[in-house]
């Protein structure tokens, strides 16, 4: 079955550069979420869209944005990177009523 | 507030049967779910309760008591490979594009 892919997997950066992960979702799957996981933390919620509109946002620092595209890929942009946003970065994707969400493998993204 | 709390670690052999606690604040809640993650893996997910009583899926069950806030995750004939950390997770509503906030988290760790 397809499941929720995510690139890249690894990416190292240096401070005050710009990132872009990607996510594609499972198809037909309408809901997209990215979350940012710190070292022993639980997942932190950043943005979401429904049908291509954002839906709701958590805690997500104005440094950052995103978007889904017509064809339901999702990207997360991340300028001025700091240090602290080294973390694991996971896109999830469900279909409407869907309770379990399923998370891609993640971008563990290392700011130098 | 949307927090919910749980054991930061708990402990168990093979074999053996354990039991995953955690409590959550009402406002807005509306269903509790139940992720598995291991080091450096994606969250995935295990079982949703909306309504009180017990949801019973192979070696894993979840509970849920509304009028408690409270749920927790049972693990039975316990597996080398069930060692990871276990999320508890609460939606706010009944739509596909509900966003998970998670818990603290707990590292279950099983011995031989």
């Known amino acids: 079955a397809a499941g929720v892919i995510q690139s890249p997997r690894h990416l190292i950066k240096e401070k005050r550069e710009t990132a872009t992960l990607k996510c594609y979702p499972i198809p037909r799957h309408d809901t997209v979420y990215w979350y940012q996981q710190g070292p022993g933390q639980d997942p932190q919620f950043l943005i979401s869209f429904y049908e291509k509109m954002q839906s709701d946002k958590g805690s997500i620092p104005d440094r950052f944005s995103a978007q889904q595209f017509s064809d339901y890929h999702s990207e997360l942009n991340m300028s001025s990177l700091e240090l602290g946003d080294s973390a694991l970065y996971f896109c999830?994707?469900?279909?409407?009523?869907?309770?379990?969400?399923?998370f891609g493998s993640g971008t563990r993204l290392t700011v130098v | 507030g949307q927090s919910l709390e749980q054991p930061s670690e708990v402990t168990a052999v093979e074999g053996a049967i354990v039991q995953i606690n955690c409590t959550y604040q009402?406002?807005?809640?509306?269903?509790l779910s139940w992720y598995q993650q291991h080091d450096g893996g994606a969250p995935t997910f295990l079982s949703y309760?909306?309504?009180?009583g017990l949801e019973e899926t192979g070696r894993f069950s979840s509970f849920l008591s509304r009028s408690d806030s409270y749920g927790y995750l049972l693990l039975q004939e316990l597996q080398m490979k069930d060692s990871a950390s276990y999320f508890c997770a609460r939606t706010g509503g009944n739509t596909g594009f509900q966003k998970l906030v998670f818990g603290t988290g707990t590292r279950l760790l099983v011995s031989p």
């Open positions: 999830a994707s469900s279909a409407g009523g869907d309770y379990g969400y399923t």
């Open positions: 309760n909306a309504l009180d």
């Open positions: 009402t406002s807005g809640f509306y269903g």
